[in-house]
């Protein structure tokens, strides 16, 4: 149990349930921090080919004292799929895994939600432990329940809410993260500071103003303050029936722009950094927020190595025809979370046609976003 230094503890509490999110350095090979997690003496790890060769060995020796098996999926978000899903069945049920058993996903977004989903399916729901590796995972997608796949006719279409046991954040697995992955976690971080309020946020801007290191001293105060500002939506509204739905800040035009180009062009916080910056221009235009909110917005992209503008040759006809798609259509309204100021949210389904085209022609690469 060397080198054991846990920095952070959060509590996630949902009705009738409570877990922690640990946040620290070296806690995949901190034996005694996972085993307290461990319902039983079987344990099932789901990772894929790259994050093994990186941390599957340190993990598994930290679960020597079990019954440890291992299913490696294909990486990639194509894998998140119905077979992948099937390839943890199999594996569970050849290894004979009774229901005691702990399933544990060592990966990105991608592996934590294909792994929560089998989780909670097998044999009616088993323990799950999250240890997510990706900025995306730890800040966003390991936080909230959401497991999915994907259908060949839509993204995350199958799915259910299913809280872990634990999520086991190492934050040594981001030293070895490529930069364009990184940037693309601190897009939904971005996020948490345009919805939590000044404090937050100005912290952001002056840790990227001076370079923002992966094993820099701010990465624990991201991850963990981010963590924490998911977490308080989650318990406010689990299901998301309500607040929660304002984490999908800058998502309806993220969403729209992935549908468009077949999620190969950017990354899911590239897109929302674009979306975030729509959000903004969107807010402006319907006179509710300062432009200076805008030119912020668009400051602290740049500053985080991320995108803002939509790039010239993507039809804004079309793009709009995207969105129509949205999950948080209600009466076949299309519903926006807009922003007042940072820390001021909400939902609106009043906007108008051209407010939105007025919006999106703004956000194109070289006009006047402002104006
Ligand atoms: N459940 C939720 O609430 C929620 C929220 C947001 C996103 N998501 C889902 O998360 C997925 C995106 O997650 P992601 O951005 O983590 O993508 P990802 O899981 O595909 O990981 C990105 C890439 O980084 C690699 N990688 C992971 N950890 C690494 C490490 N430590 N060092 C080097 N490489 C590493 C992966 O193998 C992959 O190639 C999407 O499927 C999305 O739908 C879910």
New binding site residues.
Partial sequence: MANRKVFERLDVSVPGYRYPIIIGYHLLGDSDALSQYVAAEQVMIVT?E??AS??LHELKTSLSGHQCDVVILP???TY?NQASLNLIYDALMTNSHHRDTTVIAL???????ITGFAAATYQRGVRFINCP??L??QT??S??G???INHACG??MIGSFYQPAAVLIDLN??L???GR?FN??LAEVIKYGLLAGEEFLVYLEEALKHGLRVNGSEILQIVSRSAQIKARYIEADEKEQGSRALLNLGHTFAHALETYTSYQRW???EAVAIGLYCAALLSYHMGIAKQSLVERVACIMTRAGLPYTIPKDIDLKQLRQFMQLDKKIKNKRLRFVVLKKPGECYLDDGVTEECLHNTLSAAVEGENSNG
């Fill in positions: 894929n790259l994050v990186l941390y990486d990639g978000e998140k990966g990105g977004g991608v592996i934590g939600d590796t990706t995306l995972a966003d997608a936080i909230g959401k497991t999915a993204k995350n697995t981001l070895t993260l490529p992955e693309a976690g990354l899911h916080g």
